[in-house]
């Protein structure tokens, strides 16, 4: 598909992962404000299952701190307790499902969840940001759920990196195959 007039569609196909990230990333204000914007991703319920834990500053060598002792080597944790600064904000991404919910099985409160990041990840593009989402085997370690505040009963799923995409990376996109990805079953055309 070629680029449009549409700002929609050219937000959805110009935006790109960025492994590395750099400042600014969006302050307070405008966090907030895209988050409530994502947050009328599609959501069977409105149970808003999830919530984000943003990590800025010198906070994200505290994080590191946690991933560091998490990590099962030294060479691991000296890597591990790094990765934070790869960005100048992380959101850590915590699914927290309604259990048991008589309409709402959990895949589709993860669902919901996942589509609000997604749509989170498409709005701080069309602002100028970028970001990327990461996990890892961390995610599961009690250190950083501990550092976090996750509860028993909520899932990590990992952290959204955001900042500016550095200028010397590309972002190009070749257009993906996915006419055969679907089946018709159509008396039309
Ligand atoms: C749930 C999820 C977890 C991801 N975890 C990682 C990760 O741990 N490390 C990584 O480099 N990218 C991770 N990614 C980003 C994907 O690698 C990236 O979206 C993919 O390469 C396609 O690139 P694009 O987003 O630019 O189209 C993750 C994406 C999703 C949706």
Redesign the pocket.
């Known amino acids: 598909m070629t680029r449009s007039a549409n700002p929609v569609l050219d937000s959805v196909l110009t935006?790109?992962?960025a492994?590395r990230l750099t400042e600014p990333a969006p302050g307070r204000a405008d966090l907030e404000r895209l988050v409530q914007a994502a947050a009328t991703a599609p959501d069977h319920g409105r149970l808003r299952p999830w919530r984000l834990v943003a990590v800025s500053g010198d906070e994200r060598a505290r994080l590191g701190d946690a991933l560091g002792e998490a990590a099962e080597t030294p060479e691991r944790s000296r890597r591990a307790a790094g990765k934070p600064l790869r960005a100048p904000l992380l959101l850590s991404i915590v699914h927290r499902p309604v259990p048991d919910h008589p309409k709402v099985p959990e895949w589709e409160q993860l669902a919901a969840t996942?589509g609000m990041v997604t749509t989170l990840s498409l709005l701080l593009h069309s602002h100028g940001f970028a970001s990327?989402?990461?996990?890892?085997a961390a995610i599961q370690a009690p250190q950083v759920h501990k550092y976090l505040g996750v509860d028993d009963d909520e899932q990590l799923?990992?952290w959204l990196y955001v900042g500016t995409r550095c200028a010397s990376d590309a972002a190009d996109?070749r257009p993906l195959d996915t006419p055969p990805r679907i089946t018709w079953h159509t008396t039309g055309n």
């Not at 990327?132 to 890892?136: E, L, S």
């Open positions: 935006r790109r992962s492994p996942t990327i989402w990461r996990t890892g799923l990992g996109r």
